[in-house]
T-cell receptor, first 113, second 112 residues
Framework: GENVEQHPSTLSVQEGDSAVIKCTYS??????FPWYKQELGKRPQLIID?????GEKKDQRIAVTLNKTAKHFSLHITETQPEDSAVYFC????????????FGAGTILRVKS | SAVISQKPSRDICQRGTSLTIQCQVD?????MFWYRQQPGQSLTLIAT?????????ESGFVIDKFPISRPNLTFSTLTVSNMSPEDSSIYLC?????????FGEGSRLTVL
């Protein structure tokens, strides 16, 4: 089955700096890679996703890149703000009906003001 | 997007007791998923619940410990049976929507 590894486990950045979180996956058949943000005491919420037919996707200050050959994908947050502080989870799956998402271990991002 | 309501939001339980968590969705969905999030950990899928059939459990999770009901297309329950302190976790219900997986707010269980 799929296995997703995520690094780093914690990341502290100064407000305005960039943050990068990296994930690797094991199953070459996986074709859907979402990123979830979970604020303290809240539910995980999708912030961006990418499919395997695309190498990069951007949404304002957030971008995700995918390297299918190396089986890794990364989340990039630019111009970080204190409200970006949260736990971020990557996930992977083969996007078929009923296929489960396999999550990475999570990254605690702290943005210091 | 799907609106998912879970009850209870939190509870403190005694060892050896059982607790049932309810999940209500505002639209009809074929599949509902139950995840566990242990303190400071990631999300682990417990089981997938289809209406009208037995739930499908992931490795390490069994029906006797986590019985699931799915009586209709908008509702499911997860029971945590014979609880021990190791069952202290957040339990999240989720459903697939267009293009993403939506989560409920979670039920935070503390077992003493």
């Amino acid at each position: 089955g799929e296995n997703v590894e995520q690094h780093p486990s914690t990341l502290s950045v100064q407000e305005g700096d960039s943050a990068v979180i990296k994930c690797t996956y094991s199953d070459s058949a996986s074709n859907y890679f979402p990123w979830y943000k979970q604020e303290l005491g809240k539910r995980p919420q999708l912030i961006i996703d990418i499919r395997s037919n695309v190498g990069e996707k951007k949404d304002q200050r957030i971008a995700v890149t995918l390297n299918k050959t190396a089986k890794h994908f990364s989340l990039h947050i630019t111009e970080t703000q204190p409200e970006d502080s949260a736990v971020y989870f990557c996930a992977a799956t083969k996007r078929e009906y009923g296929n489960k998402l396999v999550f990475g271990a999570g990254t605690i991002l702290r943005v210091k003001s | 997007s799907a609106v998912i309501s879970q009850k209870p939001s939190r509870d403190i339980c005694q060892r050896g007791t059982s607790l049932t968590i309810q999940c209500q969705v505002d639209s009809q969905v074929t599949m509902m998923f139950w995840y566990r999030q242990q303190p400071g950990q990631s999300l682990t899928l417990i089981a997938t619940a289809n209406q009208g059939s037995e739930a499908t459990y992931e490795s390490g999770f069994v029906i006797d410990k986590f019985p699931i009901s799915r009586p209709n297309l908008t509702f499911s329950t997860l029971t945590v049976s014979n609880m021990s302190p190791e069952d202290s976790s957040i339990y999240l219900c989720s459903v697939e929507g267009p293009g993403e997986l939506f989560f409920g707010e979670g039920s935070r269980l503390t077992v003493l």
